[in-house]
């Protein structure tokens, strides 16, 4: 996971095998932690994510263990504390200070969406 992650869960959601798992407690501290010897290299947690920020690299599988590190220890992948958007007040994990989550950072940025108005494109 790189540092585009909002910590918004949903890889750990759809994960078939529960290789990954998203744990925030009480005073908004999360973790998300990763299962090597749960994991099916399926893909489904990089397809679903929005940011781009999961990755699959140097699985490794019960049967290629050998001596490596014991796979049924889990590896702390992220962690950090929650922010909430003052505009939508979901909480997320920003690497900025706009007090924005990543969908309304992107709704500032772009207004108009992916569409630039009839009227405006007249102007331009």
Request: proline fraction near 5%; glycine fraction near 6%; charged fraction near 20%.
């Amino acid at each position: 996971v790189d540092e585009c992650c909002s910590a918004c869960g949903v890889c750990a959601e759809v994960c078939p095998t529960g290789a990954l798992e998203f744990c925030v407690d009480e005073d908004k501290n999360y973790e998300l932690s990763f299962l090597p010897a749960y994991c099916a290299d399926c893909g489904v947690c990089v397809d679903c994510c929005e940011r781009g920020a999961v990755h699959l690299e140097n699985i490794v599988h019960p049967e290629q263990a050998g001596t490596q590190k014991n796979l049924e220890d889990s590896i702390l992948i992220k962690s950090g504390q929650l922010e909430r958007c003052y505009r939508c007040h979901v909480y997320y994990s920003s690497s900025t200070n706009t007090g924005l989550c990543p969908i309304c950072e992107q709704r500032r940025a772009n207004p108009f969406g992916f569409v630039i108005p009839k009227k405006l494109q007249m102007q331009l």
